[in-house]
């Protein structure tokens, strides 16, 4: 039946041709109608119709045709010139300006006296037309100068003199995604995806949206359209490829910036995002070279400087990243990432009255709102007096580490009854904090509060602005109760071993090692007692060869359990985890294993930490190869055990 209907559709097609070539229009508008009934979406077919209406000057069936037509494929220049003549002929001169010049940007040959023609109506038509397109035109060379403040000012004062056409509101929105204003970005996107048909910028745009907020399927479904049925794109391409990265597949993320590079080699962008995926996999110094380049073509942009800065911070060059970072802030000082990786580069080195302070710019950050939006309950500013005896939620955020490290500062509200969202599984962790401390589920579950305060705004309100000022960095959490391991040997040294940290960390490459790796230390005559949570099929048959390396900590289902059996133990070996926070909130020794540049909390070329007295550090000289941090782990552990 396929092949039938295709056939019957060719041959109608194929006659109305014939006729269209004759100048016979009535004859072949049939013909073309009879294809599309067996063949309703063909794009050839659909074009052929909509011409022969117009020449017959059919324009209502015309437009009929051209929407469906859009609606198949939003990318073909001359169907949005044909819908944009139709507005012509109705004097819709602000409909005709917004498809014509659609037409225009998917292909710069097609349709331009068509567009000029329209804008001479319109001015004709409209006293203040030429004053709107001289405000636009402002706002345009705002723009390409990245001055989106400016040329958002510019596209609104347009707006407010009369301009309701689409093109304008396309660039209203392009603005507040640049400035990541995403509340009124999702207002007018809303608006305009309620269009009969949707422009290819308005696909782009909805992509960036979805991206910024982190919702990367719909972002991904939204490019592929355009992909699918537009023209090459640099910025579309360069997106998908961003796209990639963010999943961790960064050698098809490389080479879809690779090949950016070599269409569009004076375009900086390719080679700042391939900078930054070699960076996320560890490639310091192929990063450094890559985003150098870049930088060599553009020296203004923030988010290239503050990508350099970041690799600097990994390459242990600190006043290069410090200077870096200072000129990325400097050339956007309300941009919230910006502002919160300089607050972890003032925190690793030290700086913490200026870092704390910094690092409340993470509360703005529109990609992680929902952080700190609690429904009813205002956001507490540290600088606000807090009335006396009233009742407070200490609201979550981040990861489970956070929560152990920072949890602290929930004791300092002695006296005070305080709601503590607490991540499910660690409720009798949070109860050893003192018995006006209430654990509950989400701000729904909290009671009467006044405000709520996230949790890592508390150094700063406690005034942490140096070392000597973290508090209970000898302790403040403890177990239920210790879990005994029920060893047959009692007298060995038990070490409970994590190697993997999280899989949803964006830089879980820092934060893991090859359980393979550890083979020299699992063959110390230890007793081992495996903390790690989710061990996969291949790692239990490697550890089954060890005798000494006991399973039964797998059974851990919440980190109160983990608690308990991290007390039976003389020491925990973990790499920068979650269950390393536990460890040292419950002043167990700890040996943390980590990159030579750490994490923030671990400062900077430090064997000891200001926030758990219990911890050691060992850090590892060669990010891609373990094999001297390992040794040296073991040989430390021959020494504490007298092996």
Known sequence: MEEFSKSVALDAFLSGNKF??????????????RSLEYLPENSSTLDNLISVLLIQEKFRDAYSYILKRLRINPFSASTWHNKGLIHLKEQNFVKALDCLETALQL??????????????????????????????????????????????SSYSHSSSLGDHSRTTQLKILSCHLNLKRLEPAEKLAKELLQAECIEPQLIFLAAIFYFQLGRHEECKRYLDSYVTNGPPNYEVTLMLGILEGEAKNFEVAEDIFSDLIRSEPGDYRALMHLGVSHHRRGSYKDAQQYLVKAYELNQSTPALLMNIALVFDDLDEVDEAKRYAELAVQGDADNPLIRTNLAQMLLKNGEYERGWAEYEWRVKDPAKSNRYVRKNIPLWSQFDALPEGAPLL????????????????IKMFEGREIFVEVPSGCEQLIKSLGSNFVPVKDSASAGRVIAHVPLLSLPLFFVSNSESTIPYASGYLKAAKCFNPGSQRRSSYRVGLVWRGGKGSKWQLNRSIELANFQKILELDIEFHVLQIDVTAEELIFLSQFSNVHLDSIASKTFDETAQRIEGMDL?????????????????????????????????????????????????GDYLDTSALLQSVSDELRNVTNE
């Open 20 to 33: 269209f070539q004759a100048k016979n229009y009535l004859l072949a508008e049939n013909c073309y109608q």
């Open 107 to 152: 292909d710069p040959s097609f349709g331009l006296d068509a567009f000029n023609l329209g804008l001479a109506e319109l001015e004709k038509s409209d006293t203040q037309a030429k004053l709107r397109h001289e405000v636009i035109q402002s706002g345009d060379a705002f723009f390409v100068q990245n001055r989106f403040v400016d040329a958002l």
């Open 394 to 409: 200490v609201s979550r955020e981040q990861g489970f580490g956070d929560f152990f490290q920072f949890c602290r500062y």
């Open 572 to 620: 925990v070996l973990t790499v920068d985890t979650a269950v390393a926070h536990l460890a040292g909130a419950l002043g167990k020794p700890t040996w943390i294993l980590l990159p030579r540049v750490a994490d923030y909390r671990w400062l900077r070329n430090r064997e000891d930490s200001p926030w758990y007295e219990s911890v050691r550090l060992f850090r590892n």
